[in-house]
């Protein structure tokens, strides 16, 4: 990423964000009403967040703090500091700020929907515009309210979309679970352009005996499995920086970063 290449990538997204704007589809004329937000045939929406009041929704979301990061040798520090995490047109934005914060280097948020939101099966989706650069690694993911089958992994992870900020045009969808830890995942390579440079919407839609993947309308993963996935899980998001799986920032990588969501919508099947 050190090429033209990189160049080009750190080029499109500054242009991008310069332009930044979480304007709703049309037909949202008060998204802050479930009625107004637009209907999925086959759906029914359970669960929502449109970012369209003046702050976070702490009905809705937590700041999880976490001084150790999130494991994998992260270099981050998650904070409930409102520069990490704030609404701003329409978005939630979860900021990545190099800054020395208790003994870190680097602050950012993680929120969750624990105690607040969870699910078991449904369709679950969120529309975001993604940051990158060595060392970013921007996640929506799910994890499991009671560890009914044991602890991490064997109580599962669901990985809704998480992307390496080098490979801004990449990004992966993952379950792990099992003892020893098992693993599978599928890939989505965009045609054109960065996740950086404009919104997208990431999707899993769940049931007992599958989970699929999806980026916009196309569904680029899918997999047949049961248990541990017959539980309830709840929601996460958060912008990571450094660890074991993207490594560290270096000097390509530019500061501030930021994930901005435009809504969170959670849907079950109509029966």
């Given at each position: 990423?050190?090429?033209?290449?990189?160049?080009?990538?750190?080029?499109?997204?500054?242009?991008?964000?310069?332009?930044?704007?979480?304007?709703?589809?049309?037909?949202?004329?008060?998204?802050?009403?479930?009625?107004?937000?637009?209907?999925?045939?086959?759906?029914?929406?359970?669960?929502?967040?449109?970012?369209?009041?003046?702050?976070?929704?702490?009905?809705?979301?937590?700041?999880?703090?976490?001084?150790?990061?999130?494991?994998?040798?992260?270099?981050?520090?998650?904070?409930?500091?409102?520069?990490?995490?704030?609404?701003?047109?329409?978005?939630?934005?979860?900021?990545?700020?190099?800054?020395?914060?208790?003994?870190?280097?680097?602050?950012?948020?993680?929120?969750?929907?624990?105690?607040?939101?969870?699910?078991?099966?449904?369709?679950?989706?969120?529309?975001?515009?993604?940051?990158?650069?060595?060392?970013?690694?921007?996640?929506?993911?799910?994890?499991?309210?009671?560890?009914?089958?044991?602890?991490?992994?064997?109580?599962?992870?669901?990985?809704?979309?998480?992307?390496?900020?080098?490979?801004?045009?990449?990004?992966?969808?993952?379950?792990?679970?099992?003892?020893?830890?098992?693993?599978?995942?599928?890939?989505?390579?965009?045609?054109?352009?960065?996740?950086?440079?404009?919104?997208?919407?990431?999707?899993?839609?769940?049931?007992?005996?599958?989970?699929?993947?999806?980026?916009?309308?196309?569904?680029?993963?899918?997999?047949?499995?049961?248990?541990?996935?017959?539980?309830?899980?709840?929601?996460?998001?958060?912008?990571?920086v450094g660890g074991n799986w993207p490594g560290s920032p270096?000097?390509?990588?530019?500061?501030?970063?930021?994930?901005?969501?435009?809504?969170?919508?959670?849907?079950?099947?109509?029966?």
């Open positions: 990423m050190r090429t033209q290449g990189a160049i080009a990538l750190i080029v499109v997204c500054l242009l991008s964000l310069s332009f930044f704007s979480c304007k709703k589809a049309d037909s949202v004329v008060n998204p802050l009403d479930s009625t107004n937000v637009p209907s999925l045939p086959g759906w029914e929406l359970v669960w929502h967040d449109e970012f369209d009041s003046s702050g976070i929704d702490l009905s809705k979301w937590n700041f999880e703090v976490n001084g150790n990061g999130g494991g994998n040798n992260e270099l981050q520090y998650y904070t409930a500091n409102p520069q990490n995490a704030y609404v701003d047109s329409g978005c939630l934005v979860i900021q990545a700020l190099a800054q020395s914060y208790l003994g870190k280097d680097y602050t950012s948020a993680r929120m969750t929907t624990q105690g607040k939101g969870d699910w078991t099966y449904g369709r679950v989706e969120v529309r975001a515009m993604l940051p990158y650069g060595q060392g970013l690694w921007p996640a929506i993911w799910m994890m499991p309210t009671d560890s009914y089958y044991g602890g991490w992994p064997l109580s599962g992870e669901i990985d809704i979309m998480e992307m390496l900020g080098q490979q801004a045009n990449k990004i992966y969808g993952t379950l792990h679970f099992g003892q020893p830890q098992q693993m599978r995942q599928g890939t989505y390579v965009l045609p054109g352009g960065y996740f950086s440079a404009s919104f997208h919407t990431f999707a899993i839609e769940w049931d007992s005996t599958s989970i699929s993947w999806f980026v916009d309308s196309t569904m680029y993963y899918k997999t047949y499995i049961t248990q541990p996935f017959d539980k309830r899980f709840f929601l996460i998001l958060n912008v990571a270096d000097y390509t990588t530019y500061f501030p970063q930021k994930m901005a969501v435009d809504y969170v919508r959670v849907y079950r099947k109509k029966s």
